[in-house]
C-alpha cells in the first residue's frame, strides 16, 4: 500500500473517531449507514452512540448505542425487543450525521463503567 494510501485511512480513521467522540460527549442522535452483518444487515439506523471501545476478543473499534430505528427493527419488530443496544464495528459505519436531536435520559441497562467486551475504553457518555 503507497504511503499516500496509508495517511488517507488514519486521516479518515481520526475524524470519524473525533465524530463519534464529539456525539457522544454531547449526546447527540445520530443516524448512520451501516455495512453490517444479520440479522439487521445493512441499512440506516438511529442511535444515541454512548461508548467507543476496543473489543478485547478481536481488537476492533466497536460502538455500544442505543437503537431508536432503522434497519435492525425489521428482525424483531414483531417481538417487541426494538429499540435497545447495539453494538457497532466503527470500521461497517459508512455514514455519520448528527440528527439535531440530543438524549438526555439514561437507557434501561446502560454501564456508566463501559461495555463488558471492553480491553480499553475510547469516550463513553457521562450522565
Not at 103 to 119: C, I, L, Q, V, Y
Request: aromatic fraction near 10%.
Amino acid at each position: 500500500m503507497k504511503l499516500s494510501n496509508i495517511l488517507k485511512t488514519i486521516i479518515v480513521e481520526i475524524a470519524a473517531r473525533d465524530e463519534i467522540a464529539a456525539a457522544i460527549d454531547d449526546k447527540k442522535v445520530v443516524s448512520i449507514f451501516y455495512d453490517g452483518d444479520e440479522p439487521g444487515g445493512r441499512g440506516l439506523r438511529t442511535i444515541e452512540p454512548v461508548c467507543l471501545f476496543v473489543d478485547k476478543r478481536s481488537g476492533n473499534t466497536n460502538l455500544t448505542a442505543w437503537d431508536l430505528q432503522g434497519a435492525s427493527h425489521k428482525v424483531a419488530v414483531g417481538d417487541g425487543f426494538l429499540p435497545g443496544w447495539r453494538l457497532f464495528r466503527a470500521d461497517k459505519i459508512l455514514s455519520w450525521n448528527p440528527t439535531g436531536d440530543n438524549f438526555t435520559e439514561m437507557r434501561p441497562g446502560f454501564n456508566p463503567n463501559g461495555d463488558k467486551r471492553a480491553s480499553k475504553i475510547i469516550y463513553i457518555t457521562k450522565f
